[in-house]
């Protein structure tokens, strides 16, 4: 954190995200010394509740969530009384009045400089209203610096995220705004970079000479859950595509930065949104994009209803739950490369994987023996496991003749998260300190609404590519058939 601390303004304080993910992040930080003593939470939703109900409710969250616990002898009351709460109506500016003199006094007890963060845990809709009663309650007067921090989804299409961000930037600069995209703060996401910019051997493979076609899985066990209202309006493509799958493929595809500055590392990701081949029309979409819905299946033994069935679900949706495209990035690197990237609810299992593919040897010498020679395969493994595994060839132990696949594994967890700093954690942390290289700009979730955009507009026009997946399985078939097609096929996620 930076030493000066802030008030951190957290709408949204009742809800889901805040219990899951921000107060568990916080506490995280705290116990391991990101989050100096210099800090105030104000939570801020409707729905009265006293400063002891906050904190209380915050305490709750951590036992639940968070991978660190109160113990005995931790000093739980100190944390607790960095948090106060506040009911507010976002439509009240007297109630931002109101705001601006408790972050005030907060400022003064925790002597932070008039630092403040706003965290909107809120439906986008009322993005704009906040900020300009931000700006209209006197909260950006303060001494020290005033960021803003919002959630996805950021717009509907690249029209309505205009619309959005011309309101936020009537209050905010560009350099202040910072826009989640939670697989930005992933561990192995960020370790992509690394491994491929810190490595003699990874570096001068990467491109169309050696690298066959890039393939990247965010498969998912869960159903739409509760949140079958706002999915039936999004669909995997909005939800999951055009953001974390989208920065995925620019990590993967980033040339790299001359200088790990945030702005820099922006620019050489934008380029890669912005040299992604757009499809031209609805036939360049049905030959490259596959979309499916999850009808009733099973896993495990265990019956699984179709999406169709779902809480708050119409009953006629066309809505997607799956999709895989084809995807080029038209630059000197990767020509001819494709990026084949996939996603949905209800597959087998939950997996975020990243499999890179290259072209193998001349095989004359082995094949003329008869070897079947394996492809070489490095693998980032994001979640559940996090680490990267290499596959090649090697000779099998005590044969003569034999070559066997061998696999080199590097983990960095046997399991979800076991001491990685959540993400959450992580981008918490560099919005405080100004950090702003793992949050999406403005230009990136242009392009990646421009390239998204004629998909969505090839989809409206007709639902006949629309195809059904059994709960629990891996998606259509024409998915797979989409690889086929190239010669290649998806690699099984590990
Ligand atoms: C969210 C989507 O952004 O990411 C959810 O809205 C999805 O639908 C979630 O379940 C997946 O995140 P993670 O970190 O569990 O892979």
């Known amino acids: 954190l930076s030493p000066d601390g802030a008030v951190i303004v957290l709408f949204g304080a009742t809800g889901d995200l805040a219990r899951r993910k921000l107060f568990p992040a916080f506490y995280s930080l705290y116990r391991e010394g990101k989050l100096s003593d210099r800090f105030a939470v104000v939570g801020v939703a409707r729905r009265p509740r006293t400063d002891e109900q906050f904190q209380e409710d915050v305490l709750e969250s951590i036992r639940e969530f968070a991978r660190h616990q109160p113990g ?93 961000n011309e309101e936020l930037r009537r209050v905010f600069p560009e350099e202040d705004i910072y826009r989640i995209d939670h697989y930005l703060g992933k561990e192995m996401v960020q370790n992509i970079e690394v491994i491929r910019f810190t490595n003699a051997f990874f570096e001068p493979l990467w491109n169309n000479r050696y690298i066959s076609n890039i393939q990247i899985t965010l498969s998912e066990t869960v159903g739409v859950e509760e949140r079958g209202g706002y999915y039936d309006t999004a669909g995997a493509l909005r939800d999951m595509g055009q953001n974390h799958m989208l920065q995925m493929v620019t990590m993967m595809a980033m040339e790299p930065p001359s200088v790990l500055h945030p702005e820099a590392v922006r620019d050489e990701k934008v380029k890669v949104l912005k040299s992604m081949r757009l499809y031209k029309d609805a ?155 793992y949050f999406t700009r403005w230009d990136e979730v242009a392009a990646a609404w421009r390239f998204v955009d004629r998909i969505a507009a090839a989809w409206r026009e007709s639902n006949d590519d629309l195809q059904t997946y059994p709960a629990g399985s891996w998606g259509p078939e024409a998915a797979a058939a989409m690889l086929e097609r190239e010669g290649h096929r998806w690699w099984p996620v590990n």
């Open 72 to 164: 005995e002898d931790d000093d739980w009351d100190a944390f607790a009384s960095h948090f106060r709460y506040m009911s507010l109506d976002i439509h009240d500016l007297d109630g931002f009045r109101r705001l601006n003199s408790l972050a005030g006094q907060l400022d003064e007890t925790f002597a932070v400089g008039g630092n403040r963060l706003f965290y909107l845990a809120l439906a986008p809709e009322l993005f704009g209203d906040v900020s300009l009663n931000l700006k209209g309650g006197g909260l950006l007067d303060s001494a020290g610096w005033h960021r803003l921090v919002i959630e996805k989804p950021f717009g509907y299409d690249l029209e309505s995220a205009e619309k959005l």
């Open 283 to 437: 036939e360049d979409v049905r030959r490259n994009v596959v979309r499916g819905q999850y009808v009733a299946g099973e896993s495990k033994g265990k019956a699984l209803r179709g999406y169709l069935e779902e809480d708050k679900v119409p009953e006629h949706s066309t809505t997607e739950t799956y999709f895989a495209a084809k995807i080029f990035v038209d630059n000197f690197r990767w020509a001819g490369v494709p990026f084949y990237v996939r996603t949905g609810k209800r597959l087998p299992a939950k997996a975020t994987e990243v499999v890179v593919e290259f072209k193998n040897v001349p095989e004359n010498v082995y094949l003329a023996s008869k070897h079947q020679l394996q492809t070489n395969l490095l693998v980032f493994r994001v979640n559940p496991m996090e680490g990267v595994y290499i596959k090649f060839n090697a000779k099998a132990p005590g044969s003569e003749e034999r070559i066997v696949p061998v696999a080199m594994d590097f983990c960095h967890s046997n399991g979800v998260g076991i001491n990685t700093p959540e993400a959450y954690e992580r981008l918490i942390h560099d919005a405080v300190r100004g950090d702003s290289t």
